[in-house]
């Protein structure tokens, strides 16, 4: 099966985790200090906070921004479930937004009509390494007095304006989960450039206290630590990280040219006042169930696109019967994500734009 996505683990990985094992320190310490240090220069962001994975990262920004229960925050419908159940995890209520009619960003014009006096924040989402509209997100968000935390847990290297994502806002979630572009297996980092918030941030995640070995809790934390285990493969992987978004730039420019005269596809759109990083290539299509089988049957592996949070089962209870989400249903009835791991082979590409070729022809 050629896959749709795969880390690019080998030897330097390795290499990383023996210096763990020799040092016999496995949780949280001086390579996860390391790890933050690399992600803090590569965003530019002022505090990079290391945390067991993006749900938590997520968590403890809300957490930070003092939303919690009686709250609303606006978050988009086409997105993983975890940037909902962050909210839910605080307490507070998701309010599902459609994304752009062009792109597969949230609509802060539909957000528009979302805003209650119980809306204390909105969630843009950086969805497959693009970002959201961040200038209309902040212009939105200052008009209704709004926090503003940016789910990026896709969008490592994606720049909006020059900018590293998920600095615009107040806080942001990053996550290293294995499928993303770059893995420490399961891990996530917070980014913010606020001192108070990432002092909320590092209470909440280390049993509320600011330094490990006190045993006076002033504050209410919990334990979303990173191990150094993780921290040590994060390490690794941002060293591949340049090699790895240029690699994901050429496959999608592969198949842009290698599909492009077919009529049924169409490339899923890019917003234009962003840098992505292409961390999955995706297509609309016509017939896209058809494809999909005929591509497994050909031992090719793709993928829908999330199912929106509005047709979810575990959200039937809350969702409004009367609201619409007719770009996110569009989007996800004709979405497909093609093979888009760094090890994808340009044989294997190849044979990935011949098989789809042969399933139009004669359509
Ligand atoms: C958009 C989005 N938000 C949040 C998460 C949660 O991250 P994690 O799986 O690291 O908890 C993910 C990824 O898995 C995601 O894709």
Redesign the pocket.
């Known amino acids: 099966m050629i896959p749709q996505v795969e880390p690019w683990i080998d030897n330097s990985e390795l290499e990383q985790l023996k210096r763990v094992i020799e040092s016999t320190y496995l949780t949280e310490n001086k390579i996860t200090k390391e790890f933050e240090e690399g992600v803090r220069e590569l965003t530019a962001a002022k505090h990079a906070i290391a945390v067991?994975?993006?749900?938590?990262?997520?968590y403890c920004g809300l957490k930070a921004l003092g939303i919690g229960f009686g709250d609303e925050v606006i978050v988009p419908d086409l997105?993983?479930?975890?940037?909902s159940n962050?909210v839910l995890m605080t307490g507070a209520k998701p309010i599902f937004c459609d994304i752009e009619k062009d792109h597969l960003l949230i609509d802060v014009d539909a957000a528009e009509e979302l805003v209650t006096e119980k809306t204390k924040a909105i969630m843009p989402?950086?969805?497959y390494g693009q970002s959201a509209d961040m200038t209309k997100v902040l212009e939105f968000a200052a008009r209704h007095n709004l926090r503003v935390i940016e789910?990026a847990?896709?969008a490592i290297g994606v720049k909006y304006k020059s900018i590293h994502v998920g600095l615009q806002g107040d806080v942001s979630?990053i996550?290293?989960?294995g499928?993303?572009t770059i893995t420490c297996g399961?891990?996530?980092i917070i980014l913010t450039n606020s001192d108070e918030i990432a002092q909320s941030c590092r209470r909440l995640k280390n049993h509320g206290r600011d330094r490990r070995g006190t045993f006076v809790h002033e504050h209410i934390g919990f334990n979303f630590s990173m191990t150094e285990m993780q921290s040590a493969i994060g390490v690794s992987q941002l060293k591949k990280l340049p090699a790895i978004i240029q690699r994901k730039q050429e496959i999608h420019d592969t198949y842009a040219e290698g599909l492009k005269n077919i009529e049924q596809l169409e490339i899923t759109p890019i917003a234009p006042r962003c840098e992505p990083v292409h961390w999955f290539t995706s297509f609309y299509a016509e017939d896209r169930a058809e494809l999909v089988d005929y591509l497994a049957e050909n031992k090719i592996q793709t993928r829908r696109f999330?199912c929106p949070l509005h047709l979810q089962p575990c959200y039937q209870d809350s969702v409004d019967p009367e609201r619409e989400y007719p770009i996110t249903t569009q989007a996800y009835e004709r979405a497909i994500s093609l093979p888009s791991a760094y090890g994808l082979k340009p044989e294997q590409q190849e044979y990935v734009i011949e098989k789809i070729h042969q399933f139009y022809s004669g359509r």
Do not use: I, P, R, W
């Open positions: 067991c994975n993006g749900t938590m990262a997520l997105t993983f479930v975890a940037s962050a989402v950086h969805l789910d847990a896709q979630g996550s290293f989960y499928n993303k399961e891990g996530g999330f």
